[in-house]
Nanobody, 124 residues
Framework: QVQLVESGGGLVQPGGSLRLSCRAS????????MSWVRQAPGKGLEWVSI????????DYADSVKGRFTVSRDNALTTLFLEMNSLKPEDTAIYYC?????????????????RGPGTQVTVSS
């Protein structure tokens, strides 16, 4: 079955950087669109970024555009999120998510599976 396991979270100071990874298994990774979504304390789920199967097309939420970069290594079946210039408001649990299609969905939160998440805390 589909398994998604995130790693790389932690505590970082404002202005710092982190690189998140998501190892995928149980499906043909290169065929599917993948996303990162996050949930801040006391808030709802927020879509962060999306990438197509070949890694040639990406999109970002306005809140992270210019600071975050999504990428993937299909040979390693791994999704990445490079996060720079981190702000306290980026504090959240970050999840990688798999869609049931090779096309970008209209609703970015309409994924079919997600991992258990990794905590990112931005604080001095």
């Amino acid at each position: 079955q589909v398994q998604l396991v995130e790693s790389g979270g932690g505590l970082v100071q404002p202005g710092g950087s982190l690189r998140l990874s998501c190892r995928a298994s149980g499906f043909i990774f290169s065929m599917y669109v993948m996303s990162w979504v996050r949930q801040a304390p006391g808030k709802g789920l927020e879509w962060v970024s999306i990438i197509n199967g070949q890694g040639t097309s990406t999109d970002y939420a306005d809140s992270v555009k210019g600071r975050f970069t999504v990428s993937r290594d299909n040979a390693l079946t791994t999704l990445f999120l490079e996060m720079n210039s981190l702000k306290p408001e980026d504090t959240a649990i970050y999840y990688c998510a798999k869609y049931g299609s090779s096309y970008f969905p209209n609703s970015r939160l309409a994924y079919e599976a997600r991992g258990p998440g990794t905590q990112v805390t931005v604080s001095s």
